[in-house]
């Protein structure tokens, strides 16, 4: 890993941004039959488990 990967890597973490490099390592090792997201999806995915779709964003 390079050092600005790990920089990034740290930042997203910090802020509570899921890891896809860790979400792909975790389907392959457990679910290697399944297809996993691509980066795109996962990312919506994780937002919208995180912040819901009830509509709008939140003010708080």
């Known amino acids: 890993m ?3 990967a790990l ?5 997203r973490s910090m ?3 899921p ?7 975790h ?3 457990h679910h290697p039959e399944a ?3 691509d980066e ?3 990312f919506r995915d994780r937002q919208q488990a995180r ?3 009830k509509g709008g964003g939140r003010c708080c």
């Open 51 to 53: 912040y819901g779709g």
């Open 7 to 11: 920089i990034a890597e740290t930042a």
């Open 15 to 17: 802020v509570g941004m």
């Open 2 to 4: 390079t050092l600005l």
């Open 19 to 25: 890891s896809y490099t860790a979400y792909r390592q």
């Open 40 to 42: 795109v999806a996962f």
């Open 35 to 37: 297809e996993p997201m």
């Open 27 to 29: 389907m392959a090792a």
